[in-house]
């Protein structure tokens, strides 16, 4: 079974920055895309980044191509965001996830078969 759990997030001002992690069980990970997905309130949640099974690949939104980077580290089974710049717009709860094996698309949450419980990110201006 595979458990995930982010951390990292909190309260930061404009333009200030934060880094979240995400510690994935699972003998596989380091066979599996990984993605971020952000949700604010009264809102669907939406596409941040994910990365490839090696971490040779990236993609992110529009949004926060520039100020976000994702890595990970799979000798340690861990999943990061890298967030700087940050804007009150990227308020959101975010949330870590775990790609499916014969995954197409990495921006469709359906393509995730595993989330963690998220972590409350904060921007205030």
């Known amino acids: 079974q595979v458990q995930l759990v982010e951390s990292g997030g909190g309260l930061v001002q404009a333009g200030g920055s934060l880094r979240l992690s995400c510690a994935a069980s699972g003998r596989t990970f380091s066979s599996h895309v990984m993605g971020w997905f952000r949700q604010a309130p009264g809102k669907e949640r939406e596409f941040v980044a994910a990365i490839s099974a090696s971490g040779s690949g990236t993609t992110y939104t529009d949004s926060v191509k520039g100020r976000f980077t994702i890595s990970r580290d799979n000798t340690k089974n861990t999943l990061s965001l890298q967030m700087n710049s940050l804007k009150p717009e990227d308020t959101a709860a975010y949330y870590c996830?775990?790609?499916?094996?014969?995954?197409?698309?990495?921006?469709?949450?359906?393509?995730?078969?595993?989330w963690g419980q998220g972590t409350q990110v904060t921007v205030s201006s």
């Open positions: 996830a775990w790609g499916n094996i014969g995954i197409k698309s990495s921006r469709r949450m359906e393509e995730y078969d595993y």
